[in-house]
């Protein structure tokens, strides 16, 4: 059974910075790509970040890139998402995803493709 934790989340003011971590199990992490999604109040869940196994390609949306940074320890079963500048519009409920498909040299973006789900840590960015 595959299990993803994150933690991480809290409150921090504009600017500041928060990491994220996603803790898994139950699966072959160092041969599975690794995404992060937000979902803010009456909004879809988007992309934020995704990495492939070997940590070697990584994608990230617009409105992040230059300020978060995704990264993965093999070794330690963890992905990570560094945020860097945020900002109050970052607050979301975070979700870490694990992909099923090994060894995937382009890491996919789109939630649906994700079949593995954390249950999410709260970012909040106050003005």
């Known amino acids: 059974q595959v299990q993803l934790v994150e933690s991480g989340g809290g409150l921090v003011q504009a600017g500041g910075s928060l990491r994220l971590s996603c803790a898994a199990s139950g699966l072959t992490f160092s041969r599975s790509g690794m995404g992060w999604f937000r979902q803010a109040p009456g909004k879809e869940r988007e992309f934020v970040a995704a990495i492939n196994w070997n940590g070697r390609t990584s994608y990230y949306a617009d409105s992040v890139k230059g300020r978060f940074t995704i990264s993965r320890e093999n070794a330690k079963n963890t992905v990570y998402l560094q945020m860097n500048s945020l900002k109050p519009e970052d607050t979301a409920v975070y979700y870490c995803?694990?992909?099923?498909?090994?060894?995937?040299?382009?890491?996919?973006?789109?939630?649906?493709?994700?079949?593995?789900w954390g249950q999410g840590t709260q970012v909040t960015v106050s003005s």
């Open positions: 995803a694990a992909d099923r498909t090994w060894f995937r040299a382009v890491p996919i973006t789109s939630p649906g493709e994700y079949p593995n």
